[in-house]
T-cell receptor
Framework: NAGVTQTPKFQVLKTGQSMTLQCAQD?????MSWYRQDPGMGLRLIHY???????DQGEVPNGYNVSRSTTEDFPLRLLSAAPSQTSVYFC????????????????FGNGTRLTVT | AQTVTQSQPEMSVQEAETVTLSCTYD???????LFWYKQPPSRQMILVIR??????QNATENRFSVNFQKAAKSFSLKISDSQLGDAAMYFC????????????FGPGTRLSVLP
């Protein structure tokens, strides 16, 4: 079972560069999301999607774009990297039925450690 | 907006002993779900236990149990017979029962297990 596959595991960028973090899940989950994890702040939601073609902003969306053209894929784009975007990024998905997930847990990818110099 | 608070940034427990991690949350909703996740040094996020707000019975999973106090908006995690493998960061999380249902995570508690 692949679950949630997130790539790359590590990335170093220079300020101003752009890149895309890839995320794919094979569990047919409608709900997908991106979080960033910073020390002492837990996980903060960047963007989320409740189905193909539907995306919305989370708590910290500035500097990031997402798209959801298929149920399986939910890439996160950094438009112009800044040192403040140095963080660990997690993609996560869960079961959802027409926008309602009930007690379904989040299934996480293994994370990407991003450093912006 | 909902918030989740974990007031203990770090805790330690002796191997084979019991430890309780605290979590409180703030919400005006009546329909929601609560979760505890474990993050070992591998960085992987692992579901430990979950609780539906409409259930009065506290959830248990082997050595892990919760004390869910809905009126007090408290959701503590008890780990019994602590093992070295329990050493990790623990995150409390809230999920709304409304449409979209984004998770809100607490800041985490780092648990050390002493041999």
């Amino acid at each position: 079972n692949a679950g949630v596959t997130q790539t790359p595991k590590f990335q170093v960028l220079k300020t101003g560069q752009s890149m895309t973090l890839q995320c794919a899940q094979d569990m047919n989950h409608e709900y997908m999301s991106w979080y960033r994890q910073d020390p002492g702040m837990g996980l903060r939601l960047i963007h989320y999607s409740v189905g193909a073609g539907i995306t919305d902003q989370g708590e910290v969306p500035n500097g990031y774009n997402v798209s959801r053209s298929t149920t399986e894929d939910f890439p996160l784009r950094l438009l112009s990297a800044a040192p403040s975007q140095t963080s660990v990024y997690f993609c996560a998905s869960s079961y959802s039925d027409r926008g309602y997930s009930y007690n379904s847990p989040l299934h996480f990818g293994n994370g990407t450690r991003l450093t912006v110099t | 907006a909902q918030t989740v608070t974990q007031s203990q940034p770090e805790m330690s427990v002796q191997e084979a002993e019991t430890v309780t991690l605290s979590c409180t949350y703030d919400t005006s909703e009546s329909d929601y779900y609560l979760f505890w996740y474990k993050q070992p040094p591998s960085r992987q996020m692992i579901l430990v236990i979950r609780q539906e707000a409409y259930k009065q019975q506290n959830a248990t999973e082997n050595r892990f149990s919760v004390n869910f106090q809905k009126a007090a908006k408290s959701f503590s995690l008890k780990i019994s017979d602590s093992q070295l493998g329990d050493a990790a960061m623990y995150f409390c999380a809230y999920r709304s029962g409304n449409y979209g249902q984004n998770f809100v995570f607490g800041p985490g508690t780092r648990l050390s297990v002493l041999p």
